[in-house]
């Protein structure tokens, strides 16, 4: 039997995050796949990639953008977000609940009343159903309505 003073159960980026910051002091990893990564990895089947969930580290924090480039010095590739959405004939700035601008007045309207309702009243036990009731339990109807649904 292994007898380790901290056990570190998954090597996502958590479990690895967790063993760097453990430095020299005893401890064990220990990952059900045959690879780390976890969320953080992708499948490869029929000539095709799938992502197992976006691998976007928002990184703001200069040391910890240092700290990545030096643990994945081949790993890392900076991209400077362009994305916009079309709605209702205009383009707004991803993400859709913080760009409203550009909307016609209704739509705005909509959005924030439902937004604020959804935060101070909605049933959020709800969102765990489907994704409907998650938009709605905490984006509210109006943003639920006019972009996430469609």
């Known amino acids: 039997m292994i007898e380790k003073e901290t056990l570190i159960l998954g090597a996502g980026l958590s479990g690895i995050s967790a063993s760097y ?3 020299g002091r005893d401890h064990l990893v220990i990952e059900k796949d045959d690879h780390p990564g976890g969320l953080c990895t ?3 089947k ?3 990639t799938f ?3 976006g691998h976007w580290l928002h990184l703001s924090k200069d ?3 240092q700290l ?3 643990l994945f010095p081949d790993d890392a590739v900076s991209i400077e977000r362009k994305t916009h959405i079309f709605s209702h004939g205009v383009y707004t700035l991803y993400p859709f609940q913080s760009n409203t601008y550009g909307l016609p007045p209704q739509v705005v309207k909509e959005c924030i009343i439902g937004f604020v309702k959804a935060l101070y009243t909605a049933d959020k036990s709800k969102a765990k159903e489907n994704f409907y009731e ?3 339990a905490y984006l509210g109807e109006g ?3 006019h972009f996430m649904i469609p």
Request: glycine content about 8%; charged content about 25%; proline content about 4%.
């Open 46 to 48: 029929n000539g095709f």
């Open 134 to 136: 998650w938009c709605m």
């Open 63 to 65: 040391p910890t953008k």
């Open 143 to 145: 943003i639920s309505k």
């Open 51 to 53: 992502d197992q969930t």
């Open 68 to 70: 990545f480039r030096e």
């Open 42 to 44: 992708s499948e490869h």
């Open 21 to 23: 910051h453990l430095g």
